[in-house]
């Protein structure tokens, strides 16, 4: 009789391990799914885009269109910074995306650049001919507009830029830049980990000095770890500027290290 019962129990036993383990995989894969989906990039980068998120036993697989690359790598980049996540198939494909190093094509890396930014304008008029980008509009201060010539410059494919943006002489413009980037910063609180190290990551990538950079990007309550290494000590004083500045970005930990 107890060898019947201890073989009752043993037979249960397996059967919540069989049963148990494909219903926690499945809550883990729709917690996945549903992570990206209200992931900041995605609802805002990639609200308009056409993107399916299907995971099993935490391997996502990315299937849909965009209209730009940079919003493939976006979207390949946060789905792989979240939690239980083991790997991405990125098979987004990118629909009328203008010819590589093409003005066009020039133009909205820029765009993005700016757009990743907070202390300059994501307002900021960029148009490029032969390689050369001209901006314009309206900068608070000189400091900001300043600002948005080196990013602009730092862009791979760019030879050169000619800003005409206008600085305000109104102060009070220059109190509503700060206001509007102390309102940046409490919004970025709001951004999760995993959108602020796929912005960080993209936003090396994109600008001339840090592309080249062997970076590992990590986030924890919106501060940023870099690790690496780097052929210099500007180098890595750049990475650590570049990221400080990104949406959602509470501070900077860089431990990267100098060849």
Do not use: C
């Not at 990039?41 to 299907?54: G, N, P, Q, R, S």
């Not at 991405?88 to 094509?105: H, I, M, R, T």
């Not at 001919?129 to 010539?149: C, M, R, S």
């Not at 102060?171 to 910063?185: G, I, L, P, S, V």
Request: hydrophobic share 40%; net charge positive.
């Amino acid at each position: 009789m107890r060898v019947k019962a201890m073989y009752s129990v043993a037979l249960m036993a397996i059967a919540l391990l069989v049963t148990s383990g494909p219903v926690q995989a499945s809550k883990t894969d729709d917690r996945i799914e549903a992570s990206a989906k209200e992931s900041y990039v995605f609802k805002t980068y990639l609200k308009d885009d056409a993107i399916k998120v299907k995971s099993k036993d935490g391997a996502v697989t990315l299937t849909g269109t965009v209209a730009e690359e940079s919003h493939k790598a976006l979207a390949g980049e946060t789905v792989a910074s979240l939690p239980e996540v083991k790997s991405v198939d990125n098979k987004l494909e990118v629909k009328g995306a203008p010819a590589e190093k093409s003005d066009a094509w020039l133009t909205t890396k820029v765009k993005t650049t700016l757009l990743f930014h907070r202390h300059v304008s994501a307002m900021t008029k960029v148009e490029t001919k032969d390689g050369i980008v001209t901006l314009q509009g309206e900068a608070p201060n000189q400091a900001q507009k300043d600002l948005t010539t080196e990013y602009a410059k730092d862009i791979e494919g760019v030879k050169d830029v000619k800003n005409e943006m206008t600085v305000a002489k109104d102060e009070k413009m220059d109190k509503a830049a700060a206001k509007t980037a102390a309102t940046a910063r409490s919004v970025g609180d709001k951004i999760d980990d995993a959108s602020i190290t796929a912005l960080v990551k993209t936003s090396l990538l994109y600008h001339r000095s840090t592309s080249g950079l062997k970076t590992s990007v990590t986030t924890k309550d919106g501060v940023v770890t870099l690790t690496g290494k780097a052929k210099n000590a500007a180098e890595v004083a750049l990475a650590t500027k570049f990221a400080n500045d990104v949406n959602g970005v509470k501070s900077v930990n860089n431990k990267m290290t100098v060849e």
